[in-house]
């Protein structure tokens, strides 16, 4: 049995597999993450679609030399990012990273 952990940072997105019996890491896998949006008036946004297709891909390679699936898979990042999507769950706007500095008086006022 073999458990998956995938890490989505704002360089790379890390996808390792874990054997819990023996308590060792068996596989490894990174790429780099997607390249962000940066604009004049502070804003930082990424393609929320890209990141879930990074963290595919990882998950894919860290896989593909396994003799087993996982069974389980947890997935992380450091820091919040704001993904926006409408009634019927769909992308409707680019992801807003943590450090987009267009938000803070919006934020502190939803706090």
């Known amino acids: ?15 390792v597999l874990f054997d819990p019996a023996s ?5 490894h896998a990174e790429i780099p993450a997607p390249p962000g949006t940066r604009s004049d008036d502070g804003g930082h946004t990424v393609d ?3 990141v879930v297709e990074a963290a595919l891909q990882a998950l894919t ?6 003799a ?11 820091s919040g990012t704001l993904c926006f999507r409408d009634a019927r769950n769909r ?3 680019p ?8 938000f803070g008086a919006g934020i502190e006022r939803l706090a």
């Open 48 to 50: 929320e679609m890209a």
């Open 91 to 93: 992308v409707c706007a």
């Open 68 to 78: 087993l699936s996982p069974v389980a898979i947890s997935v992380a990042g450091t």
């Open 95 to 102: 992801a807003v990273m943590y450090d987009d500095a267009r």
């Open 1 to 15: 049995m073999l458990t998956a952990g995938v890490d989505i940072g704002t360089t790379g997105v890390r996808a």
């Open 61 to 66: 390679r860290v896989c593909a030399g396994a």
């Open 23 to 27: 308590q060792r890491t068996v596989g």
